[in-house]
């Protein structure tokens, strides 16, 4: 209905990094016809399997899905298009702990935190985006600072080292950032980079009786690197409610 050029699945595809073959199947079947209306792209979140994404990553490229699932690959696999005449770069940040990430070539001497992860890939990713001339938007799955908790259990913490969340200046040089993570949809940096989550489709504990779910259509100007949200709620196929009373006998 809205004719979107590119899908954006910014991690947590399932609840476990081990799901059953029947969730596998039931995914993949809704993503393949996805790849139908336009490119998707993926990164996995804090509750999924970089490595069991990895295996996927060739296979579903030829159901024009993409993915990118391991952190030393953001340069490698970004996506590109181009508007206007103005060139854009889109970079999966796939979730990874801070300290798994010592060890990968490229990554030996960063700071142990979400924070230095980021500081250190953006780095990569400005240097890149430069040789192409490029215009920056990112995916990433993490805790943006002034981000909005819903204290449900289904958001685990991310928290490393005592530290959770990271600041929008650690994306210098994007437009924009689309976030997983946080189940409320919400934008708490609206000043270039814009940082937005889109929110989970679904509720998943009762602390998110309330919660409108959407997903987030975004018009992006790429001669300006401005964008403009639109919410579109989803409705959802059951109720939730929190209900009191005395007991029954």
Not at 63 to 86: C, K
Not at 125 to 137: L, S
Not at 170 to 175: L, Q
Request: aromatic share 6%; proline share 4%.
């Amino acid at each position: 209905e809205k004719q979107v050029d590119i899908i954006v699945i910014a991690g947590d595809l399932f609840d476990l990094p081990s799901p059953s073959a029947d969730s596998q199947k039931l995914c993949n079947k809704y993503i393949i016809e996805l790849g139908k209306v336009a490119p998707v792209l993926i990164i996995p979140g804090n509750h999924d399997s970089r490595n069991r994404f990895k295996a996927f990553e060739n296979v579903f490229e030829a159901t024009n899905v993409h993915i990118t699932s391991q952190i030393d690959e953001v340069v490698e696999r970004a996506f590109e298009f181009v508007e206007g005449g103005s060139k854009v770069r889109i970079y999966g940040i796939p979730y990874i702990a801070p300290n798994n990430v010592r060890g990968i070539q490229g990554f030996e001497n960063i700071k142990p935190t979400h924070d230095g992860v980021v500081t250190s890939v953006m780095e990569k990713v400005r240097e890149d985006a430069e040789a192409h001339d490029a215009r920056i938007i990112a995916i990433a799955h993490l805790f943006i600072t002034e981000g909005e908790r819903s204290e449900s259990k289904a958001e685990r913490s991310i928290e490393f080292g005592s530290v959770h969340d990271i600041k929008a200046s650690a994306f210098e040089g994007a437009d924009l950032v689309m976030l997983g993570h946080l189940h409320r949809c919400q934008t708490p940096h609206e000043q270039i980079p814009v940082t937005h989550y889109s929110g989970s489709i679904l509720r998943y504990s009762f602390s998110e009786a309330k919660h409108d779910k959407s997903c987030s259509i975004i018009e992006y100007d790429a001669s300006t690197g401005d964008s403009e949200i639109e919410k579109v709620k989803l409705s959802l196929p059951r109720g939730m409610a929190r209900l009191k009373g005395t007991s029954v006998q």
